[in-house]
């Protein structure tokens, strides 16, 4: 289980996932999600995968993505500030990080896709018919 979900821009691009208080939990989660990410993708790879954001009972939301009718990942504890940022930056660059981080030292959360390149880039899909 995770200690939250945290969120950061990475040069505009959101970057967002679990957060941990241990780094070997952290490392483990992110691995784990890649894997589970690299069986919905098809030859080529690309893989259709639909990003949702389901309320709580606690006012927080619990970011979910869906492939195939198959839960990939669901990580609840959204706050509503970093809801309404993560869908901002998100809209604008179409693309977005899905990846753990991980309390530093000073603690800071800091992204695994920063310290050890684990991530998973998800890519908005254009309009059909548009470029």
């Known amino acids: 289980m995770s200690d939250g979900i945290a969120m950061a821009l990475i040069n505009d691009v ?4 679990a957060r941990f208080s241990q780094r070997e939990r952290a490392l483990a989660e992110a691995k784990r999600l890649t894997e589970r990410v690299a069986v919905f993708v098809k030859p080529g790879g690309e893989a259709t995968v639909e990003v949702n954001f389901q309320a709580q009972s606690d ?5 979910q993505l869906h492939s195939t009718g198959e839960t990939i990942v669901s990580i609840p504890g959204l706050d509503e500030l970093t809801l309404w940022r993560f869908k901002k930056a998100y809209g604008f ?4 990080i899905l990846t753990c981080f991980v309390y530093s030292t000073d603690k800071e959360a800091e992204s695994l896709v920063e310290t050890d390149g684990l991530g998973v880039v998800i890519y908005k899909p254009a309009p059909t018919g548009k470029a």
């Open 59 to 63: 006012g927080r939301y619990t970011l």
């Open 14 to 17: 959101p970057v967002i996932g």
């Open 93 to 96: 660059k179409k693309m977005f």
